[in-house]
Antibody
Framework: QVHLVQSGADVKKPGASVKVSCKAS????????IHWVRQAPGQGLEWMGI????????NYAQKFEGRITMTRDTSTTTVYMELSSLRSEDTAIYYC????????????????WGQGTLVTVSS | SYELTQPPSVSVSPGQTASITCSGD??????TSWYQQKPGQSPVLVIY???KRPSGIPERFSGSSSGNTATLNISGAQAMDEADYYC??????????FGTGTKVTVL
């Protein structure tokens, strides 16, 4: 079955960078887009960006442009999300999620989610 | 930027129907998805393409969309349905956007 397993919690100082991993299994890695979504404590869900594991193409939410980088390693079926210039407002749970496909068409929904990675930004 | 607005909270008696709305400009022109999130857990997809249910999602969850509003209905609500619910829309211009979230209480 499909699994998305993320790296463990991390604590960073303001101004630092964090890199979160998301290892996919149970399906053909290059056939499904992967997204990153975050959730600040007690807040709602916020879409951050998307990566196409097939060619590595990315598209980021305007809010994160310049600070976010998504990459993938097809040999280990792992996707990475790196966020730089961290500030306290970046304290959140970061999720990776797979985009649903039916009959070869992507549907703009997220059918499988990782368990989440808590990133705490504190001096 | 595109925004999706949901009521902060909805209360429902057990066995009754809870309706959660999601409002956005011309939302009916896009596909809407709905997610259930229980405390300490990752979101779960309960409705996609406005009204379709993924495998394993109970039939009491249903969705619809028209004009500027999408709606998630939970028929015969159960205690296990207590959770936060988020709508989400997608198209090539707005990309991916989540609603503000609704806390559903069954009491």
């Amino acid at each position: 079955q499909v699994h998305l397993v993320q790296s463990g919690a991390d604590v960073k100082k303001p101004g630092a960078s964090v890199k979160v991993s998301c290892k996919a299994s149970g399906y053909t890695f290059i056939s499904y887009y992967i997204h990153w979504v975050r959730q600040a404590p007690g807040q709602g869900l916020e879409w951050m960006g998307i990566i196409n594991p097939s060619g590595g193409a990315t598209n980021y939410a305007q809010k994160f442009e310049g600070r976010i980088t998504m990459t993938r390693d097809t040999s280990t079926t792992t996707v990475y999300m790196e966020l730089s210039s961290l500030r306290s407002e970046d304290t959140a749970i970061y999720y990776c999620a797979r985009e649903l496909r039916e009959l070869g068409i992507t549907l703009g929904s997220f059918d499988y989610w990782g368990q989440g990675t808590l990133v705490t930004v504190s001096s | 930027s595109y925004e999706l607005t949901q009521p902060p909270s909805v209360s429902v008696s057990p066995g009754q129907t809870a309706s959660i709305t999601c409002s956005g400009d011309k939302l009916g022109d896009q596909y809407t998805s709905w997610y259930q999130q229980k405390p300490g857990q990752s979101p779960v997809l309960v409705i996609y393409q406005d009204f379709k249910r993924p495998s394993g999602i109970p039939e009491r969850f249903s969705g619809s969309s028209s004009g500027n509003t999408a709606t998630l209905n939970i028929s015969g609500a159960q205690a296990m349905d207590e959770a936060d619910y988020y709508c989400q829309a997608w198209d090539s211009s707005i990309l991916y956007v989540f609603g503000t979230g609704t806390k559903v209480t069954v009491l």
